[in-house]
């Protein structure tokens, strides 16, 4: 399809590509709002990588390009533009009849009763990982949380607990979003040409470590009679047994790593993010604690909630259009590629007051449970898929952090949000102190409303 230079009327950020990108590097968050004040709701901007974006930030256009019909709006394609660095058989770049089929058949791995499962597996890595901690001295809390949720999502995908491989695959991975990985996302500084196929091939490489080590995974679990199990590769495999073709290996590392990254780079900034809250809020971290001790889910439930509202990790849910589209007044071309981005739709939310501030509290009681313009997991049919997994995760990781430490910032100075890959994470990795708990401390509670003390 012919991809449109300009998005008709649409407000544009006139600077060029290169520096649109570097201000967006250089301060995701502030940029996105400072743009939205300038032009709206709705406003282009343009980068290197990928040519004009319709980003939108007002809560019931966004709604209408979720919602939109599949074909209209497509995802895969759209994520295909974004993130090349995710291979072209994985489920994320699917659309129409081929993601419905895929979609359903890796939703047992994130549902149901492997969720129990992985809640309970998610505390056990959480557990172990707190005792490592030292007492009294700052340390980066977001390494802690990848190691933790790469170990969880290591089980969810592949069924894998050993270790050592795990650790071995976290590091493959984590390799493979050097700044070579950069070219293969749209955040690249530079557009198509030399430079970027350089990169981008010096980052394929990168991924070739990946898909050695998931090479005998896949091997053993191919001649594992019976199969069991209901992770990622379980299920690819039965199905490759019930259908009688076998899915090829890039498709089959295509699926895996994308899942993988999916799942564990969103989720473990998520728990950055919350750690960092946790260390600067003591009102709330006080209630939490009282609340997880006391096992009343309701303000970790909350709590979860305004982490994501407050720093949604991914800065992007993205549809290219296939028709032309009236959005926010627009008309707007086919080929375009639209942004919708949940930080923005958050700040516009109507019903939430101050919504810089971060207020656990707002997500107590029936009256606001976040309802439809609360969108970190994007929304319509490509609604995360692991959005329940994330949130369970979330739950058990802070529920073992509650129980067992207190945190306090690392430094007065707040933490602003950099991009790591294409996820947003606190920009000195969740720096706290930690002090471990002697008794519970729902004790010490008396007074304290989450919200309360330090400012965000
Ligand atoms: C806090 C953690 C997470 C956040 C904030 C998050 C956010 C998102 C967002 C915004 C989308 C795009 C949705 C759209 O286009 O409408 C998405 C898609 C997706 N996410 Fe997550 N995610 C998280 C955790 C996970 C986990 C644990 C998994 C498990 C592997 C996962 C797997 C996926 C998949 C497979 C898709 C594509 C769905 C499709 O195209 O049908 N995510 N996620």
Redesign the pocket.
Known sequence: MGRPQSIGRVPAVRLPALIQDVLLWYDPVGQLRRWARRHGDAFTVRLPAVGPILVLGDPSTARQA?LSDPRAAE?GTATGRVLPVLGPAC??RQDGSA?QDR?RLLGPA?HGESLERLRTLAAENARREIRTWAEGRPIALLPRMQEVVFAT?ATA?LGIDDSETVQRLHRAITGMNGPSALARTWMSPVGDGAVRSWLSRRSRRRQSRVDAILAPIIDARRSAEPLGGSDVLSLLIGHERDSGSRIGQEAMNDELTA?LL??YE??AA?LGWALERLARHPGAARLLAGSVDGQDSRHLDAFVREV?RWR???LD??RELTTPMELAGFRVPAGTLVVVA?LLVHDNDGRVDAPDAFRPDRFLGARHRGGRNWV?????R??????E??AVQMEAVLTEVVSAVTLSPASPCVETARLLGTVLVPSRGSAAVIRRRRAPMHTAARGGRPGQGSPP
Not at 376 to 380: I, L, M, R, S, V
Request: charged letters at 5%; proline letters at 11%; a positive charge.
């Open positions: 979720l995802a489920v994320l993601h979609r994130f999502m995908v899942l999916a799942g969103t989720t998520a994501l949604p990790p991914v849910a993205v949940p970190p997991f994007g929304g319509g490509r609604h995360c898929l692991g959005a997994l994330a």
